[in-house]
């Protein structure tokens, strides 16, 4: 591959290019890469659709400061595993890890992350940078994530779901998009021509966090939980309460009236396929897939898909569940390599990377590019919604065992989408259960009386 | 049953041709989806305009690794097969041939059988701790290592049958004619049991071309083999399947070539030992 | 040829009758004796070595493990005992449960549809003269596809929306069915799609051991008026029992580990109905974290495991003895 082979030599050049643009007072963030030449690292990540956005960014990082990153892409199965290999080995291979949702809990409680402030004192969270509902922070004495913890680590893609819809349907049946459950059901009902198209496809599988992380948006935004309190630490189980059988009927009901058939059985991938060839009007899926949406080889519908906040039930707000992915330094590696992170992680948080970071496709953790002009382009038509909902995000799961919790929640919803349960049978059997790895792992629990 | 021959042989032929196509038509489907767009595939039209896009994207596009997997899956899998026949002829003539107590016979194989049945899974982290240890993660080495391990048991039992059709008496005159063991080895059993270690070796050499789970935990990217490369294009919320199409019919190449050249020996070698 | 003889469904059976010592003759001098003792470490070593290092040492490792309960805290991980509450716990787990239940009705059917469809595809193979090497090169191909590969074939081919298979149905009249998403259809097309992949290696070992027998049998078949079915049922079954019974261990061995299919086809679902052990694992060992469980889970699989084949093998030398 001649442009790899010569790429190297042109870093070099990049470097001295870079001091030059510093020294003009050219690019006032780029001043640390003039000033911090610094070890080669190696950052682990999993294999994504939104990855080559991040793999452009290390580029242009590594073209502006000529420092060495090394990415280590892994397929998506398995990524948490080869991530738990390294940081508990003595010496570990990765430097900076980039840890999605579903296990940074686990990375904290663990010990594997270096709190930021143990490597540079003076480090300082961008303003604008988003916290995601504290995740970027954990209270190693409360054992919470809250901002009265440590910084551990810098947000690298903020995902959660959006709303999508076909905006082209709309226009052709003089409708206006939902901001509430009621308005969608309305909407989904209306578009619903099964079996060439369905009102709402959602993604009701039993996987790894498939059906569970569908059902959050509605869960939260019809005011439930499954927890009563976990930044406070109560962990008392309110998943079978009022608004959690609303939810869930809810959820099953347009499902059953306007969804596609076999809901039981469909992945995220499968959900996006829908859309992608035109079969589903609404689909609430995270963020990070709108880069097909308007690809030609990959979709039918080019142009014609909007994004809304996911809907919230009349006098709540939106609740779109936080699936998105946190970049923390490894315990168990060298200083000099610890450095070499944070001097990136420094760079990535700067406005500037920001915006070269969503023009190459990334969805920019910095509120500063949602108030970018760039934001107002048809190209970018998702991040107005995304700006409006980040700010509501929710973070599931704040302890480490959540994977447990998780794995009965799939299982349960799955069987109420299947029809093999009702909402209230699931409902109090999944918080049966919830209660049971609590206690075991005596957490401060409780739960209510079952539904009837 | 009065069916001539020729009507028989008509009808032989028609179900070996129906099942063939049970076989070919899911893997020329899959030859034919690495030249589509994704949007053809997934909308089902059943004609479509090939592009090579796919294929370029797996060979030669910045972020794929694909010639270097492929080279690395071909170093393991000769590799592993190499070690993993002499280790496992070796010791198959050992246990046979040389006055070991038979209760350490039984317990050698019992144990080669209880690993065999082992989820390979369960042991990929253990593996991972160890390599890390003596310094080897993130070495062809340890791939190499885990997948002679791994396919060890079947070498042992496939070479096992065939040491022993080696005729006791050809060994015992070669013993009185002064033939030291390397000599004996050599001279006599290699000749007989080649055709079995050819069978055997293609085995090991495609169950280790397959093998996904052990080489994910012990490889990083310069080390990635191919099914690893493959397991890429299945991604979180987007399956590019064309993409994966078109890395597994390239995938299947080598496996194909070897299969053409080498199952005359593989059919001949099983015929002779192995399964009579 | 004595089918008896060469009865080997394993390998201790079959490596382990050591034949040499029997016929030591008186000849055995002191050389001899020293060049036995250097000569068979020597030998066995390199394989010894690589199973005591990559074998023992983890699942011992592994069996120890079981009895503890693991956590992490300060990157460092403390071991706190727990007795023999791993292995009653598996008793209570709906998915282990789900697993044992799924895994025995996968290995049984798809071992059995592979052994069937293997076994009509060698005869009918060593039946035909023209065109034989071509059927024997296609029928092979499915083993070298990856298993991920596999499973994301199968998954496109069977999606409800726009997969060939329904597609194909729907040219004769039939309404489209969700194979891999309704619970009636999914462990069936799990097992259909391991079919697919393995039927290949069952018809090697079968093409091979078919090859063997020895033609004498058949002409005198054919001289005492026997038709084509008595031939298969007289003649070829029984000469072939061995050769089944080897190949059947074989297979069932891998089955019941079966897990790359699995994974990428249904990941278990829908609810439990293609839950299979090795998953199963998979999940509370790996995607859990439950390290302790998780040993404990690997070690009763091995021993359940043990039984069942022991259980086989026991039924193999009743039959092997009544002959």
Redesign the interface.
């Known amino acids: ?1 001649p ?2 082979s010569g790429k190297r030599g042109l870093t070099r050049r990049q470097v001295v290019g870079a001091g030059g643009a510093a020294a003009l007072g050219f690019a006032a963030p780029w001043r640390y890469a003039a000033a911090a030449k610094v070890a080669p690292m190696t950052i682990v990540i ?4 939104w990855f ?1 956005s991040f ?1 452009k960014t290390v580029e242009l990082y590594e073209k502006e400061t000529g420092n060495h990153v ?9 990524s ?3 991530q ?2 390294s ?4 010496n570990g ?1 990765y430097d900076l890890l980039i840890m999605n949702s579903g296990w940074v809990a ?1 990375m904290y ?4 992350v270096e709190p930021i402030a143990a490597i540079d004192p003076s480090f300082k969270l961008d303003p604008d940078v988003y916290t995601l509902d504290n995740t970027v922070y954990f209270d190693a004495d409360k054992k919470t994530m809250s901002a009265s913890g440590k910084l551990m680590s810098v947000p690298i893609s903020p995902l959660i779901p959006l709303l999508y819809y076909r905006g082209d349907l709309y226009k052709e049946a003089g409708l206006k998009a939902p901001e509430t459950f009621a308005e969608l059901e309305a909407n989904a009902k209306k578009l619903h021509k099964p079996p060439s198209r369905y009102g709402i496809v959602q993604r009701g ?4 966090a ?1 059906v569970s992380y569908d059902f959050y948006p509605y869960l939260y935004g019809f005011g439930g939980g499954i927890f009563k309190n976990q930044a406070a630490g109560d962990y008392t189980v309110t998943l079978n309460n009022e608004a959690g059988r609303t939810a869930l009927d809810y959820y099953l009901r347009i499902a059953k009236e306007a969804g596609h ?2 809901t ?7 959900v ?3 859309m ?2 035109g ?1 589903a009007a609404h689909i609430m ?2 963020v ?2 709108w880069s ?1 949406m308007d690809d ?5 519908v080019v142009d014609k898909v909007e994004f809304a906040v996911t809907p919230h039930a009349e006098g709540f707000s939106t609740g779109p569940g936080l699936g998105h992915w946190l970049g923390g330094i490894a ?2 590696v060298p200083d000099d390599r610890k450095r070499s992170a944070l001097e990136f992680l420094r760079w990535f948080q700067t406005r500037e990377a920001q915006l070269a970071y969503t023009k190459v496709g990334g969805i920019p953790v910095s509120a500063a590019s949602y108030r970018d002009p760039i934001a107002q382009e048809r190209r970018y038509r998702w991040m107005k919604p995304l700006g409006e909902a980040l700010p509501h995000a929710v973070n599931i799961y704040q302890f480490p ?1 959540a ?2 919790v998780i ?1 009965i929640l799939e ?1 349960g919803l ?2 109420a989408v ?1 029809g ?1 349960s009702t909402s209230v049978q699931a409902l109090n059997s999944m918080a049966e259960q919830i209660f049971g790895v609590m206690s075991k792992r005596s957490y401060n629990t409780g739960k209510l009386p079952a539904l009837l | 049953m009065t069916t001539s021959p020729r009507a028989r042989s008509l009808i032989v032929h028609a179900l070996l041709i129906a099942a063939a196509l049970l076989v070919l038509i899911p893997v020329v489907w899959v030859v034919a989806a690495g030249f589509r767009t994704q949007i053809s595939l997934l909308s089902g039209a059943f004609w479509f305009s090939p592009v090579l896009k796919n294929f370029n994207e797996v060979l030669f596009s910045k972020t794929s690794d694909f010639l270097v997997n492929y080279r690395n899956s071909l170093v393991v899998g000769t590799l592993s097969t190499l070690i993993c026949l002499v280790a496992a002829t070796l010791a198959a003539w050992s246990l046979n041939r040389m006055s070991w107590p038979r209760w350490f016979v039984h317990i050698f194989l019992g144990w080669a059988l209880v690993f065999h049945m082992f989820p390979a899974l369960a042991l990929a982290s253990a593996w991972f701790t160890i390599m890390r240890t003596v310094g080897l993660d993130n070495t062809l080495t340890a791939v190499v290592l885990a997948h002679t391990v791994l396919n060890l048991p079947m070498a042992l039992w496939l070479m096992g049958v065939f040491v022993r059709d080696v005729p006791v008496e050809l060994e015992e005159a070669a013993r009185l004619d002064g033939a030291t063991t390397p000599v004996l080895l050599w001279r006599i059993v290699l000749p007989i049991i080649a055709p079995g270690l050819a069978a055997t070796g293609i085995l090991t050499f495609v169950f280790s071309w397959n093998d996904f789970g052990v080489a994910l935990t012990l490889t990083m990217k310069q080390t990635a083999t191919v099914p690893v490369a493959i397991a890429k294009f299945a991604q979180d919320y987007e399956i590019l399947y064309t993409q994966m199409a078109a890395a597994a019919a390239l995938s299947i190449l080598p496996a194909l070539v070897l299969l053409i050249i080498g199952q005359r020996y593989i059919v001949a070698g099983l015929t002779q030992g192995a399964v009579k | 040829m004595k089918p008896s003889a060469s009865a080997a469904a394993q390998m201790a059976a079959v490596v382990a009758e050591p034949s040499a010592p029997a016929g030591q003759p008186a000849a055995a001098d002191f050389q001899r004796g020293l060049d036995e003792r250097v000569w068979r470490w020597l030998t066995l070593s390199p394989a010894l070595l690589l199973l005591l290092a990559l074998s023992v040492l983890p699942l011992v490792n592994l069996f120890a493990t079981s009895f503890f309960t693991v956590s992490w805290s300060g990157g460092h991980s403390s071991f706190a005992a727990a007795g023999l509450n791993n292995y009653r716990a598996l008793a209570g787990d709906t998915l282990f449960r789900a697993g044992i239940l799924n895994t025995i009705l996968f290995a049984l059917f798809a071992v059995g549809g592979q052994m069937l469809c293997g076994f009509v595809l060698a005869l009918l193979c060593t039946g035909v003269t023209r065109g034989r090497l071509l059927y024997r090169t296609i029928f092979i191909l499915p083993i070298l596809v990856p298993g991920i590969v596999v499973g994301a074939i199968w998954k496109l081919l069977l999606n409800f929306d726009f997969g060939l298979v329904n597609q194909a149905i729907a040219l004769v009249g039939i309404d489209p069915l969700n194979w891999l998403g309704s619970a009636n259809t999914a462990l069936a097309s799990v097992i259909f799609v391991d079919i697919w992949h393995w039927t290949p290696f069952c018809f090697l070992l079968f093409l091979a051991g078919l090859q063997s027998l020895p033609q004498d049998v058949y002409e005198a078949a054919k001289i005492d008026g026997a038709s084509g079915w008595q031939e298969l049922t007289y003649v070829t079954l029984p000469m072939m029992l061995p050769t089944i019974m080897v190949t059947f261990a074989f297979r069932l061995v891998l089955a019941f580990k079966v897990f790359d299919e699995v994974y990428l086809l249904t990941g278990g679902g829908p609810g439990t109905s293609t839950q299979v052990m090795s998953f199963t694992l998979y999940q509370r060992f790996f995607r859990e974290d439950q390290t302790g469980y998780g040993s404990a889970m690997s070690v009763a699989i091995i021993f359940m495991t043990c039984i069942l084949l022991s259980a086989a093998l026991a039924a193999r030398g009743r039959m092997g003895a009544a002959k």
Do not use: C, W
């Open positions: 591959m442009g790899q999993n294999q994504s659709p080559d793999r090394e990415l280590d892409v892994n397929p998506f199965a398995g948490l595993e080869k738990r290999n940081v508990r080995a003595a291979q686990e409680f663990g010990g594997f599988a039993r996987g790894p498939t058939p076999q039981a059985s469909l992945e995220q991938a499968e996006i396929q829908n992608l060839t079969k899926v995270v990070s897939a097909q030609p080889d990959k979709s039918a315990r168990n065992e994977s447990e794995s299982l799955n069987q299947a093999n």
